[in-house]
């Protein structure tokens, strides 16, 4: 599986952006898709995912402003980005899974990061 993620930017505090993945192969649907980010001189961390089924599971720091989706007709993964702080200033990146996991290490596949920006 080859992803590739899209849709960084910058962005003022209080703004959105909308992040997309498109994943190549067609066992998309089977994947659990995830989105994590990795601020300067810290840890990737988990942000989201969502399974084949539509289940979804979030980090408590974007929980109620960031929202996963997916569109397996078109093999992307979403990630809707709403109330934007400074803090969400990160490289983002997509990754797919047979694990519903939020540990980096459990990923199988990982897509090349795009660079969000938040200014406050």
């Known amino acids: 599986v080859q992803l590739q993620a899209s849709g960084g930017g910058l962005v003022q505090a209080g703004g959105s952006l909308r992040l997309s993945c498109a994943a190549s192969?067609?066992?998309?649907?089977?994947?659990?898709m995830g989105w994590f980010r990795q601020a300067p001189g810290k840890e990737r961390e988990f942000v989201a995912h969502i399974s084949g089924g539509y289940l979804r599971n979030y980090a408590a720091s974007v929980k109620g402003r960031f929202t996963i989706s997916r569109d397996n007709a078109k093999n992307t993964v979403y990630l809707q980005m709403n109330s934007l702080k400074p803090e969400d200033t990160a490289v983002y990146y997509c990754?797919?899974?047979?694990?519903?996991?939020?540990?980096?290490?459990?990923?199988?596949?990982w897509g090349k990061g795009t660079q969000v920006t938040v200014s406050s």
């Open positions: 990754a797919a899974s047979w694990a519903l996991s939020r540990v980096v290490r459990d990923m199988d596949y």
């Open positions: 192969g067609r066992t998309f649907s089977s994947y659990i």
